[in-house]
């Protein structure tokens, strides 16, 4: 199983792990998005997921455009287009 498909099961687990069972459609549903949301929420910032903040000078391309058709690797970001990892929460 690949970490993409770990963590889409885990996404399903966190929702499935909130669902009520609805009296008048008879059936099992996520009622409360909040609280979904929250599960999930809580889901990946348990496997480390973190946000990645593009880089300001080059808007995550990773290139710096030195007037056309001059251009280089951002030295800002080193060319990764972004320049740090924040956590989810
Ligand atoms: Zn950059």
Do not use: N
Request: hydrophobic letters at 35%.
């Amino acid at each position: 199983m690949t970490k993409q498909e770990e963590i889409r099961e885990g996404i399903e687990g966190a929702i499935e792990s909130v669902m009520d069972f609805d009296p008048l459609t008879l059936e099992w549903e996520v009622i409360d998005s909040k609280k979904a949301t929250e599960a999930v929420r809580q889901y990946l910032h348990s496997k480390g997921v973190v946000i990645k903040v593009e880089c300001p000078k080059c808007h995550g391309i990773g290139i710096f455009y030195r007037g056309e058709p001059i251009e280089e690797r951002c030295g800002r970001c080193k060319g990764t287009g972004y320049v740090e990892v924040v956590p989810l929460v």
